[in-house]
């Protein structure tokens, strides 16, 4: 199934799409709820210790969220997570589009509205190879497994699932 193209303003002023992509195995898009979540800090600050074994696999990734930019850019700024391409301005209904879950506000360090975490693996033909998709901010995908599933998915030519 192909995923529908995804264009997005990035923390350093440049843009983001998903089809100028030119990864050799995939391009993996980490969805997170925002500058709000802590869960969402060490999530993005363990994925920037591994920027170099994904992008040794010929991974291309980012991090995107519906944040303002000025909430984007200083999450880029009090995180972390120096190298990691953060993109914002994820409208809610490409969040929809994508399948993620919205979440309103249930306090003032949040705003009003803005989309639940979703990790998306996406093969260089952009068709869909794996998602993760979650309703809270817990129990994420961790970053060791992802890995070991793309070394799996590349040396065995494993194929897509579910697609169905």
Same mark, same amino acid.
């Given at each position: 199934m192909e995923?529908?193209?995804?264009?997005?303003p990035i923390i350093n002023d440049t843009k983001w799409s998903l089809y100028d992509q030119a990864s050799t195995s995939f391009t993996m898009i980490v969805f997170y709820r *925002?500058? #709000?979540?802590?869960?969402?800090k060490n999530y993005? /600050?363990?994925l920037a210790t591994k920027l170099k074994d994904f992008?040794?696999? *010929?991974? #291309?990734l980012i991090a995107i969220s519906s944040d303002? /930019?000025?909430?984007?850019?200083?999450a880029g700024e009090?995180?972390?997570i120096p190298e990691l391409p953060v993109g914002?301005?994820?409208?809610? /209904?490409?969040?929809?589009?994508?399948?993620?879950?919205v979440s309103k506000k249930t306090s003032d360090k949040e705003p009003d509205e803005f989309s639940e975490p979703g990790l998306f693996l996406i093969?260089?033909?952009?068709t869909l190879y794996a998602s993760a998709i979650q309703t809270m901010p817990f129990a994420r995908p961790h970053w060791d497994d992802i890995l070991n599933a793309i070394d799996y998915v590349n040396k065995n030519n494993y194929p897509a699932r579910g697609g169905e």
């Open positions: 995923v529908p193209d995804l264009k997005i *925002g500058l #709000h979540c802590p869960v969402c993005l /600050e363990d992008s040794d696999r *010929g991974v #291309h303002s /930019e000025e909430r984007a850019k200083k009090e995180w972390n914002y301005d994820l409208s809610i /209904e490409t969040a929809r589009e994508w399948g993620l879950f093969r260089p033909d952009n």
